[in-house]
């Protein structure tokens, strides 16, 4: 069974900086796409970072240039780093994957079960 685990996150002061990390395991013959979302209370789940396995990445205006996001020297990891935060980066993050794997085999989108960051200001 293809999982996602996220890891990281936690409560940071405006202007500080904080991780995710994303791990999928179970049966994976490849990852196309890879990203992160996040939520915040009554608001839907709002696009804000991808990478491809080429390498391609993508990112929302609201963290162009402050966000990052990589895939690992970890097979099937991948990171979001977060730079100068402020407390409208508050949420809870989800990993996302275009996954190729399973049993049986099938090209699907998997979701972590989410971390919270919490920005103060």
């Known amino acids: 069974q293809v999982q996602l685990v996220e890891s990281g996150g936690g409560s940071v002061q405006t202007g500080g900086s904080t991780a995710l990390s994303c791990a999928a395991s179970g049966r994976i013959l490849g990852i196309p796409v890879v990203g992160w979302y996040r939520q915040t209370p009554g608001k839907q789940r709002d696009f804000i970072a991808r990478?491809?396995?080429?390498?391609?990445?993508g990112y929302a205006n609201s963290v162009e240039g402050r966000f990052t996001i990589s895939r690992t020297h970890v097979k099937n990891t991948w990171d979001l780093q977060m730079n100068s935060l402020n407390p409208e980066d508050t949420g809870l993050y989800y990993c996302?994957?275009?996954?190729?794997?399973?049993?049986?085999?099938?090209?699907?989108?998997?979701w972590g079960q989410g971390t919270q960051v919490t920005v103060s200001s």
């Open positions: 990478i491809t396995e080429s390498g391609g990445t």
């Open positions: 996302n994957a275009e996954i190729v794997g399973g049993t049986p085999l099938t090209r699907k989108e998997y």
